[in-house]
């Protein structure tokens, strides 16, 4: 078991102080992570106290302190889950050999590429929901956001770790860096593409927290898997964490579809929009999109850098104990290419296929949390059904970038696609609606207009709990 750190400037679990050059180092990129907050961190609420979680350990019994505390005052840490004894390779060319405590000089590029761009999307998605703060529909629900956010710094902090710690001074450029790019900026974006839009109202926040963290836990596990033991042990923990921002996604939206159900059952010719609510069609639309830019950050479902990733033993399968077999060399993957006809079906091998293979397992994980919003309709005697659309849908990375395909899967041209795009995709008149429903609900225990209220509270608070002090 590890010895935990708490009293320190950083907070860690790490053994920081038995390592001055590394502390200091660290100590010394800590104001500049903390004027990034001030800037980019949520706008309008650091001086308030928000009752938030914060990581002092890694044990699963007692990990998370709660209390109210100002964002900038918030005890980012670095902990890493304990070492596995004797851990070996679990796939790919090295099975079996024993893990990587330093970074292999040849893996050396390919490592700091994929722990930056992990990092990158942590700092990212805090500066698309910076604003949110200003249109909440219920206290507890401005506390969810701010603890996604917290935590998402507290997930740089993980990654910054590994760079100071084992990548000598590209990691430490890298790490500025990481300060320096901006979700949206002309010059120097965030580098994935989901990451560079803002996230400005409520439905779209709780449809990312839904997919696009999701898409983080599936990388996270993939990552989990690695030879390279010190990612592994940082990403472990950070799943922990990442548990929590999807449920904020998952009961997020099963409150909107509630709360609409709930009108449709007593009055099912109503006319939603009149009374604030979101209608099922427009909810569709927003699914379609959040769910299909989430599928691109997989990356392309043919891959020889994904093949390359399995074979060094880099990046392995979600939880690669539930595969049958480690090497993937004997099996293929039969994915369904474009071509002149519409589609034909190729054999893929497998280590090739790799990217593809993380997104099925991602998408039926996605279909779990669809499934319960539909039993509510159902329940309501609504009939409309949510779904997710084809992985062929909207699609900007991969085999399906540059063609064009219906909601079902089915090929169309170009200009069926740009007459229907707004039956399939957010319209500038749905954002508008949206927008407009986004009035600030701050008093405690009231929830806003278009959404139901929680069922819960936070740790054995009340649902009407004052989460976020407003004097
Ligand atoms: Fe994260
Ligand atoms: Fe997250």
Known sequence: MSRVELDERIPNNVSLSS????????????????????????????????????????????WAHFDFVRMPDYRWGIFLADPVPDRRIGFGDELGKPVWQEVPG??????????????????????????????????????NLFQVNVEEGRHLWAMVYLLHTYFGRDGREEAEALLQRRSGDADNPRILGAFNAPIDEWLSFFLFTYFTDRDGKFQLLALAESAFDPLS??????????????????????????????????????????LGLIDLALLQRYLNFWYSISLDLFGSEISSNAASYFAAGIKGRAREEHHAEHLALASTLD?????????????????NAMNEVLRREYSEDSQRGVDKFNRVLEAAGVDFRLTLPSPRFH???????????????????????RARRDEWLPSASDRAYVASLMHPVTEP????????????????RPPDYEYVRFD
């Open 233 to 274: 042990c940082t990403t472990r923990f950070m799943l922990t964490e990442e548990a929590h921002h999807m449920f904020v996604g998952e009961t997020g939206v099963l409150r909107i579809v509630q709360r609409t159900a709930d009108v449709l059952r007593e009055r099912p010719d109503a006319d939603l929009h009149k």
């Open 395 to 417: 699609r900007e990375q991969g085999i399906y970038a540059g063609h064009c395909f219906d909601p079902r899967g089915e090929p169309i041209s170009p200009a069926e696609w």
């Open 335 to 351: 994915i369904e290419r474009p071509c002149e006809a519409g589609l034909r079906v190729e054999s893929v091998p497998l280590r």
């Open 445 to 460: 225990g009231k929830v806003a207009s278009w959404i139901a209220p929680p069922k819960t509270g936070i740790k054995g």
């Open 106 to 143: 040849e893996h050396r590029t390919v490592l700091r590429r994929l722990i930056v761009t992990q990092g990158d999307t942590e700092p990212a998605s805090v500066e698309q929901q910076r604003r949110l703060g200003h249109g909440c529909p219920s206290l507890y629900d401005l506390r």
């Open 19 to 62: 390592d001055r050059r590394l502390q200091r180092a660290l100590e010394q990129w800590q104001p500049k992570f903390l004027s990034w907050w001030n800037e980019m961190g949520p706008e309008g609420f650091q001086a308030r106290d928000v009752y938030l979680r914060t990581a002092i350990g890694t044990d699963a019994r007692g």
